[in-house]
């Protein structure tokens, strides 16, 4: 009786070295597939398009390795259900990778093994258009659809210049359409710029005599008119006021002093 008590104790105390071993294989090979863990986690637009025509820059985020294990990025530009080749990385083992020139659009980035998917999709042709839209194949380790805003034809374009003549102030995307100089461009004024080719409206037109000998002088005059008198003085001479009056010395009026 107590052989068998001792037996079947014995007996009990190895299944349960047994169940720890197993658990213990369990937990560790657990562990190092959490280690192992790869994944695409998101595709963030870092750089938006601002300006019609202009291009993005998306970053894709990855959880790798440590250290790193070496994978692809392929990008696909959806076209209704129709996905079409849109750039790739090279292998990496980083975390971020970026893609530049991006338009607007919706995509799938997907994150691959590269050896095993070329083995599996030699280019050409390259994967099927069924893996892509339903990726199943253990190379393909992950995959994220995102989509690049871009901005209406026309929003906010314009002369952003502010010393050109059609500056607009609220344009924030130049397009080259800037012209022109400001200044005064009457001629008939005082301060006539022929460069401008845009009124500024600080043109100062004739408004009186600004001749301090004058006997119309106007002490409020900034732009001389023309309108200056002067006291005569006799000539008894014609040939010499003829003489005056040809070199503006004179009144005007021939012969009248």
Known sequence: MYLAKLYKDINYLDNMKKIL??????FFAFSLSTVKAQTLDSVVTTTPIVCYGDFATVTA???????GTPVKLLNYRFSGTLLFSSGSSGVTTGATQPFTDMISNC??????DSIPFYTAFPFPPGPPLSELQNPTHPSILGYVDYCVSG????TGVGCTDPTACNYNPLAFCDNGSCSGLFGCTDTAACNYDASATCD????????????SLALNYDASATCDDGSCTYSMTYVPDDNFENY???????NGIANDD
């Open 21 to 26: 071993l197993f658990t213990s294989i369990l």
């Open 61 to 67: 985020y990855m959880t790798q390795t440590s250290p």
């Open 107 to 112: 995509y799938r980035m997907l994150m691959v």
């Open 151 to 154: 901005v209406p034809y026309g």
């Open 200 to 211: 500024d409206g600080s043109c100062i037109l004739p408004d009186g005599c600004t001749d």
């Open 244 to 250: 005056l009056e040809a070199n503006g010395m004179g």
